[in-house]
């Protein structure tokens, strides 16, 4: 197929995310993926800014990974998981449990960051349910936050850019504070946490568990906010008597400068999601993990069971991923990566703070973000970047940088610089 049938045939049957089908946006079709390159069918090379989306953490087409496929696709690539077992994901749970912070135990295999969260808030109702507590179960969740796109997940995710008027009938109604004001890096006062401490003793008779992103908020609008909220927020929950979930799908593995962003803070979920760059950006695969606490309490309460069970539960071959992906990871020297990368965005991006469209310029890690006061023009500002040979994908206010941890300064000051010039030039919409 040519690259024009392609892409007009996609306009007319295909929803991408976020999408309309017949949208009049730019659509470009990737012939193939190679270290932090993306090739496109016409032959022009993008130098990828995006992770697609936070996972592909080691680039694209790495030989490591693709052994590590190859090899477990020729014994299997897939075998149900009730009743059955195998040592990809055997091993892989004995990897999380070893590596993500004491004392989560038990691991759920999910088969995308949606679902990991629909199984967290599964397993925080039934806790309580098996502790004689049915009346709690509902949720507390921040402003501002995403935790993915199921109805459950969609109700803890903020109620104005989730649009939960669409779907009011159907969405179960939770509790939220307003997202914190407290900086990355500063201290949380009274005031900051207040909101919180409020809800919390007014309805924790009613809240089974509180759910947030830890140190960083990403979809929702990519907000680094007070290691000391966090800790403050864990306090509250010991207090009343309410679990706490870390939505850990994009912080998790490296991306804040620590292996999972709760370490900035010093503290552990009761239950803890994983996804994203858990594969290296090879296959879709989650995990939920929790407590012995949390875990026996379930499976020794009514009904003596943890009520999920995807089809394609622990799959091979994204399992066999999952640990090629950790092995390069901790080869690697990624603190070091992330460390360079943190500063190449720092300087690089530093330019934008001039511009008098720009509202502000923040990095953490290697996520660099440039918020501009006025929401970008989409059909322009993609193109634009494309033309300067980066792969780059704003939303809303938000130009963001999250490239893969091997990406070298060379090309990453290319890329910085692609936004500086673009953000320079572009008009607000
Ligand atoms: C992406 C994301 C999800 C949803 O994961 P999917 O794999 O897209 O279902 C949930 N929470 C956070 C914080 C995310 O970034």
Redesign the pocket.
Known sequence: MQQEQLTALDREIVWHPYSAIGADLPIYAVESAQGVRLRLCDGRELIDGMSS??CAIHGYNHPQMNTALQRQMASMSHVMFGGLTHQPAVELAEKLVAITPEPLHSVFFAD????S?EVAMKMAIQYWHAKGKREKQRFLALRHG????TFG?MSVCDPITGMHSLFSETLAQQFFVESPACRFGKPCTAEDIAPLADSLEQNHEKIAALIL?PIVQ??GGMRFYSADYLRQARALCDKYGVLLIL?E??TGFGRTGKLFACEHAGISPDIL?L??SLTGGYM?L?ATLTTREVSRTISQGDPGLFMHGPTFMANPLACSAALASLQLLFESPWQENIARLQQGLEQGLAPCRNFKHVAEVRVLGAIGVVEMKEPVNMKEIQSRFVEAGVWVRPFGKLVYLMPPFIMEQEDLATLTRAVVEVVRSTSPS
């Open positions: 989306w936070w995308s960051g949606s679902v969260v995403y935790h993915g796109d997940a992103e990403g979809a939505d799908i994009a999601c996804g994203k879709t989650a």
